[in-house]
T-cell receptor, first 110, second 117 residues
Framework: SQQGEEDPQALSIQEGENATMNCSYK?????LQWYRQNSGRGLVHLIL?????REKHSGRLRVTLDTSKKSSSLLITASRAADTASYFC??????????FGEGTQLTVNP | GAVVSQHPSRVICKSGTSVKIECRSL??????MFWYRQFPKQSLMLMAT?????????EQGVEKDKFLINHASLTLSTLTVTSAHPEDSSFYIC?????????????FGPGTRLTVL
């Protein structure tokens, strides 16, 4: 069954604006990770948040996790054209098996 | 550090032929590697977990006789798509977990674009 579902599927914003992407999941997790994928490329790990954490920051990225709602959000502040990519959440329940969400295609217009 | 490479990056083959894709951990040893498939504008779907020195574990619905996985060393896993058909055309991505490292961290390769004519 689909573990991670993301919304919106596509997001288009202007440079300098903030971008927020959401991820929902169905089962209990150990941690949730966010990845970025440029078109036709591999995945770049952005941030990992554990089930006992509520918020984490890394540079212009802010991730929240609400285990009661089984949801997470990724906020990119002061977006840049170079942030244009697909963003995926991935959950891990046990071991290192990752289940990916459907992804959000972010377009940042210069 | 923790670089994963894939070869080839792009391959075009005729229907019915077999294609081998390599996944290498360049600067670390990986007892476990993972193979994913990604169709255009879709998410990554785990195909199988490759363990060094043992048989791969395939996800439900993935034909193990069609997608042969060999993990013969701590730095190399190969995926062979046998008797490829056009519907096997996809983006194949591998990832690797550092031997003895955190179980929740995977390092991803750049992917291999397979096109079957």
């Amino acid at each position: 069954s689909q573990q991670g579902e993301e919304d919106p599927q596509a997001l288009s914003i202007q440079e300098g604006e903030n971008a927020t992407m959401n991820c929902s999941y169905k089962t209990s997790i150990n941690n949730l990770q966010w990845y970025r994928q440029n078109s036709g490329r591999g995945l770049v790990h952005l941030i990992l948040i554990r089930s006992n954490e509520r918020e984490k920051h890394s540079g212009r990225l802010r991730v929240t996790l609400d285990t009661s709602k089984k949801s997470s959000s990724l906020l990119i502040t002061a977006s840049r054209a170079a942030d244009t990519a697909s963003y995926f959440c991935a959950t891990s329940t046990s071991g290192s098996r990752l289940t990916f969400g459907e992804g959000t295609q972010l377009t940042v217009n210069p | 550090g923790a670089v994963v490479s894939q070869h080839p990056s792009r391959v075009i083959c005729k229907s019915g032929t077999s294609v081998k894709i390599e996944c290498r951990s360049l600067d670390f040893q990986a007892t476990t590697m993972f193979w994913y498939r990604q169709f255009p504008k879709q998410s990554l779907m785990l195909m199988a977990t490759s363990n060094e020195g043992s048989k791969a574990t395939y996800e439900q619905g993935v034909e193990k006789d069609k997608f042969l996985i060999n993990h013969a060393s701590l730095t190399l896993s190969t995926l062979t798509v046998t008797s490829a058909h056009p519907e096997d055309s996809s983006f194949y991505i591998c990832s690797a977990r550092v031997a003895g490292g955190p179980t929740d961290t995977q390092y991803f390769g750049p992917g291999t674009r397979l096109t079957v004519l």
